[in-house]
């Protein structure tokens, strides 16, 4: 509820990263005969997604720190940004990626 609720990208983003905690246990307790490898597996997995997607949100405010002056993490503000086409397709393919990997999307499953 909190991802959905978030209007904060570090409310956001600490929301989504704990989604990770119960299904580490879910997984290495309840799993199947190689479930601790599993467990691990998972996590650095999905970690790697969530690296994308904390340099697509750094990024994100960097350029609209560059841009104002102002340091913030609320997306609200982030709409009145005009960002060129370039970094509007990089940052879409990280964040893609990002939730492609956490959600888990064919192919990244």
Sequence with gaps: ????????????????EV??????????????????????KFFIYTMSGSVLMLVAILVLCYLYYDATGIVTFDILTYHNLGLPAGYQTWLFLAFFLAFAI???MFPFH
């Excluded at 509820?1 to 989504?16: K, S």
């Excluded at 990770?20 to 490898?37: C, E, T, V």
Aim: contains cysteine; hydrophobic residues 65%; positive net charge.
């Design 1 to 16: 509820l909190g991802v959905f609720c978030a209007l904060d990208f570090v409310l956001f983003y600490v929301f989504w």
């Design 19 to 40: 989604m990770l905690i119960p299904m580490y246990f879910i997984i290495g307790i309840w799993g199947g005969p190689r479930r601790i490898y599993a467990a691990v």
């Design 102 to 104: 956490k959600v888990p």
